[in-house]
């Protein structure tokens, strides 16, 4: 059984930061790939950012590129998500989730979710 966490959720002001942990449990291996998932009021599940649990490979959604950077302590396991200059797009329930097999977008693709943490970014 896996299991997923997140928490450091809050409210800031436009170009605040915030910095998003995920608390794992269960198996983990180089082939456990961490991804966040958000989702705004009324709309889809979209893919934010992953990371392969070595660390070693990342991405990221064109939205989030070079204001989000994704971290990982195996010894803890956890991943961080440090968001900077926020946006009030930012604005979502960010989600945490896990899969066992190489990076993808897919929200299908995870089968362990966390049970989201709340973002609000006011103007």
């Known amino acids: 059984q896996a299991q997923v966490v997140e928490s450091g959720g809050g409210l800031v002001q436009a170009g605040g930061s915030l910095r998003l942990s995920c608390a794992t449990s269960g198996r983990t291996a180089s082939t456990v790939t961490l991804g966040w998932f958000r989702q705004a009021p009324g709309q889809g599940r979209e893919f934010v950012a992953a990371?392969?649990?070595?660390?070693?490979?990342?991405s990221y959604a064109n939205s989030v590129n070079g204001r989000f950077t994704l971290s990982i302590n195996n010894a803890k396991n956890k991943v961080y998500l440090q968001m900077n200059s926020l946006k009030p797009e930012d604005t979502a329930v960010y989600y945490c989730a896990a899969r066992f097999g190489i990076y993808t977008a897919s929200r299908s693709e995870y089968h362990y979710w966390g049970q989201g943490t709340q973002v609000t970014v006011s103007s």
């Open positions: 990371i392969s649990w070595s660390g070693s490979s990342t």
